[in-house]
């Protein structure tokens, strides 16, 4: 093969430098963009703290009560209080969120399938069709969080009309 004078020749070892530089320079200029760096603050930042933070606490409980806030940990106090008292098949029945916080206290009240992953127990709340088969239910006593089992249909249809006041809040 002829070469012409003027061509210049670079080895595949120079080729590849090049490449890895003009890689480099490509994904600086991407994270100088505004919403690319909004991204990577918000969003891998983020997550590489909350991993640098949780990888030296292992323990699962710790972790999903740092993670899902009071929502979780009085989720989990309710399961527990209904856990010594009802067999295995409790249906319990959730004021919305409104309620609790007309009684002073911040629980954030997860929907029924968020509760039940937290807990492993089947709730309703008041607004759902099915709210007359609750066999338990979730009430603020003296200001604090209490349960109770269902001992007749008449008031929990009391119970459950006066749960309808509230906005259920997704």
């Not at 629980?107 to 069709?129: D, M």
Request: proline share 3%.
């Amino acid at each position: 093969m002829n070469r012409s004078r003027n061509s210049v020749h670079i080895s595949k070892g120079a080729r590849g430098l090049l490449l890895l530089f003009v890689a480099f320079i490509s994904i600086g200029i991407f994270f100088l963009l505004p919403a690319n760096k909004t991204w990577y603050r918000t969003r891998v930042q983020s997550y590489w703290k909350d991993f640098l933070v949780q990888r030296k606490n292992m323990d699962l409980e710790k972790r999903k009560s740092e993670r899902f806030g009071t929502s979780y940990t009085l989720s989990k106090q309710v399961a527990n209080l209904i856990k010594m008292h009802a067999a295995d098949d409790a249906v319990v029945l959730l004021p919305p969120y409104d309620y609790f916080r007309e009684h002073a206290i911040d629980y954030e009240v997860p929907v029924p399938a968020i509760f039940y992953y937290f807990t492993g127990i089947k709730t309703l709340w008041a607004n759902n069709s099915n709210a007359t088969s609750a066999n338990w239910y979730v009430t603020v006593k003296n200001g604090k969080i209490a349960v109770d089992s269902v001992t007749n249909k008449d008031s929990l249809q009391i119970l459950i009309t006066a749960f309808k006041k509230y906005k259920v809040r997704l």
